[in-house]
C-alpha cells in the first residue's frame, strides 16, 4: 500500500522533470491512498510554488463551463467551453 502526499501528486500532476519517475514508482502498487484533504494541500503547493515564482507554464488549455471564466481578461492558456 501506498499513501501519497501533495507534493508527490503537484509533480505528477504538473508533468515536472521528476513526473515519470513518480508515476513508474506508483505503477507499482495499486492499492494506494491520499490524505482526505489531498485537493486543499495540493492547492497549497501549487500557491507555494507560484508566490516563490517557480511554477512555470504548463502549455495546457483550460477546460470550462464557466463562460464567464472563459471571457475573463488576463489569461495566458486557450481556453475552450464545451457546447
Not at 45 to 73: C, F, N, S, Y
Amino acid at each position: 500500500m501506498l499513501v501519497v502526499d501533495a507534493c508527490v501528486l503537484f509533480e505528477v500532476v504538473a508533468d515536472t522533470p521528476r513526473a515519470e519517475s513518480l508515476r513508474t514508482y506508483l505503477l507499482t502498487d495499486d492499492d494506494q491512498l491520499a490524505p482526505h484533504l489531498i485537493d486543499a494541500e495540493v492547492l497549497l503547493v501549487i500557491q507555494t510554488k507560484h508566490r516563490v515564482g517557480a511554477l512555470e507554464a504548463m502549455g495546457a488549455t483550460l477546460v470550462t463551463l464557466d463562460t464567464r471564466l472563459a471571457k475573463a481578461p488576463g489569461i495566458a492558456c486557450p481556453v475552450h467551453v464545451p457546447a
